[in-house]
C-alpha cells in the first residue's frame, strides 16, 4: 500500500522559509517521479513542483519564481520542498503525489500558513 507522509508545515511570517518533507513506503520510490501540489481555502488543487526518479530534472509552476526547490532522497524515500521568500498567497495544506501531477496517490497534507 503507497503511503505518503508529509511534515514541516507551520506558521511562518511573509518572507519566511519552510522545509517540507514527504515520507514514502509501499512502493519503489526510486522509480518514481513525485510531484507536490497544494490547495488553498475554498480553491481546487494546485500543481507546485515535480522531480524525476532520479532527482536530475525538478519543473515548477509560473508562480514558483525560483523561491521553492523540489528535491529527492531515494536512500531515504524522501521528498522534500524547501519553501524561501513565502507571501500569504502561500497558505495552503501542502501534499506529496506520487507521479508527476495532483491525481496520483497523496499524503495527508501538511499546512503552511503565511501570516503576519
Known amino acids: 500500500e503507497v503511503q505518503l507522509v508529509e511534515s514541516g508545515g507551520g506558521l511562518v511570517q511573509p518572507g519566511g522559509s519552510l522545509r517540507l518533507s514527504c515520507a514514502a513506503s509501499?512502493?519503489?520510490?526510486?522509480?518514481?517521479?513525485m510531484s507536490w501540489v497544494r490547495q488553498a481555502p475554498g480553491k481546487g488543487l494546485e500543481w507546485v513542483s515535480a522531480?524525476?526518479?532520479?532527482?536530475?530534472?525538478?519543473f515548477n509552476a509560473d508562480f514558483v519564481k525560483g523561491r521553492f526547490t523540489i528535491s529527492r532522497d531515494n536512500a531515504k524515500n524522501t521528498l522534500y520542498l524547501q519553501l524561501l521568500s513565502l507571501k500569504t498567497e502561500d497558505t495552503a495544506m501542502y501534499y506529496c503525489?506520487?507521479?508527476w501531477g495532483p491525481g496520483g496517490v497523496r499524503g495527508q497534507g501538511t499546512q503552511v500558513t503565511v501570516s503576519s
Open positions: 509501499g512502493f519503489t520510490f526510486s522509480n518514481s517521479a
Open positions: 522531480i524525476d526518479s532520479g532527482g536530475g530534472r525538478t
Open positions: 503525489a506520487k507521479g
